[in-house]
């Protein structure tokens, strides 16, 4: 910190980001912090810096992150640092949102636990609280409650020597950190990135839609048996993908994960697979809703069916046909290698770290 013209303090912030979503965050959170700092403390200079910096994937601690990110005080004019991760980081008793180290006057923060929406909303609040607790101006400890927004607001700090986290209970933070690692890995994009996987829905739901005896047997089905043939086409693309890819961890080899950190890895796997695969089967039934009120005449699938149709017939064929496109996906996402479907699976940090060990196992 240092006096600009005798008048005001200058306070510089360093943001230290992970690549991938929390670089994204930090560009964002470096345009608004200023401001939102300074209507806080307005005799202070605010300034905001941003390094893009990769953390090592490989530790599932926050002390070695903390002091990489020390380094980066010691070797600029920062005054204090701020690190966004995309790992999850837990403790004994709940899941860790930030660690604070007000000797160096770092704080990382791990974004998983902020939850799976309103990111950014949640991050700004947050990095304003963790600021004012750690800015050398303040020449004091952290808050023991510091005053953090909501949902964050029962979240308590846990001082040990120069570090204090602040844990989130296990009952309010264990379906956050879930839902936060599934936003970090960006589901919703899972299938773009695997083009046997696209071909082979595409093919499955055009025969669907083509051919008039899958017609006759969607309008015959019970809507409870229809809805049975779509979850289980939905299960199947999602098992598929986690077992003949290998996503499954059963240990790890590095000896630095916990049974309790591989179960929370498998969970955000599953989660993972399972919410784009449904995001898949959304956007290939639209799409095929438009298919098949494009190329079915009305005066011809009543000719087929035997009875005059309506818009209930067309979503009936729509979901069967995206159905069978869905199996056919689970088929051809198997011609894809490991690496790919693991790359689009998982964002920067999960990828590099499950990349590592499996090129660990291979050796």
Request: aromatic share 6%; proline share 5%; charged share 20%.
């Amino acid at each position: 910190m240092n006096t600009e013209g005798g008048e005001h303090d200058s306070v510089i912030v360093g943001i230290v980001a992970d690549p991938d979503l929390p670089a994204r965050l930090a560009h964002q959170l470096s345009t608004a912090l200023p401001d939102l700092l300074a209507r806080r403390d307005s005799d202070v200079d605010w300034h905001v810096e941003v390094v893009y910096d990769p953390f090592e994937a490989m530790y599932p601690d926050d002390e070695h992150l903390i002091d990489k990110a020390a380094q980066h005080v010691r070797d600029t004019d920062w005054d204090l640092a701020l690190c966004l991760t995309d790992l999850p980081m837990r403790a004994a008793d709940g899941v860790v949102l930030a660690s604070l180290d007000e000797r160096h006057h770092v704080a990382l923060i791990s974004l998983p636990a902020l939850g799976g929406w309103r990111l950014r909303h949640r991050l700004q609040e947050l990095a304003v609280r963790t600021v004012d607790a750690l800015c050398p101006r303040a020449g004091r400890a952290p808050d023991r409650e510091l005053r953090l927004p909501r949902p964050f607001h029962r979240a308590t700090l846990d001082a040990n020597d120069d570090v204090a986290r602040v844990l989130l209970g296990r009952v309010t933070g264990m379906p956050r950190l879930l839902a936060g690692m599934v936003r970090a890995n960006r589901p919703w994009q899972l299938f773009l990135g695997l083009s046997s996987a696209l071909a082979g829905a595409l093919a499955g739901t055009a025969f669907g839609v083509l051919y008039s005896t899958i017609w006759q047997l969607a309008t015959a089905l019970e809507p409870v048996r229809l809805a049975g043939v779509v979850v289980t086409a939905v299960a199947a693309l999602t098992i598929w993908t986690i077992a003949g890819h290998g996503l499954w961890e059963r240990d790890d080899p590095t000896g630095l994960a916990t049974g309790h950190d591989l179960a929370l890895r498998n969970a955000g796997t599953i989660a993972t697979v399972a919410v784009g695969t449904i995001v898949f089967f959304t956007a290939l039934f639209l799409l095929t809703c438009a298919a098949v009120g494009l190329i079915i005449p009305p005066t011809y699938l009543a000719s087929v069916l035997g009875r005059s149709v309506g818009l209930g017939d067309y979503l009936t064929i729509a979901a069967m046909a995206s159905a069978l496109g869905t199996v056919a996906g689970a088929v051809g996402s198997g011609l894809e290698d490991d690496t790919t479907v693991r790359r689009a699976t998982y964002g920067y940090r999960e990828w590099e770290r499950r990349d590592r060990v499996a090129r660990d196992r291979d050796r």
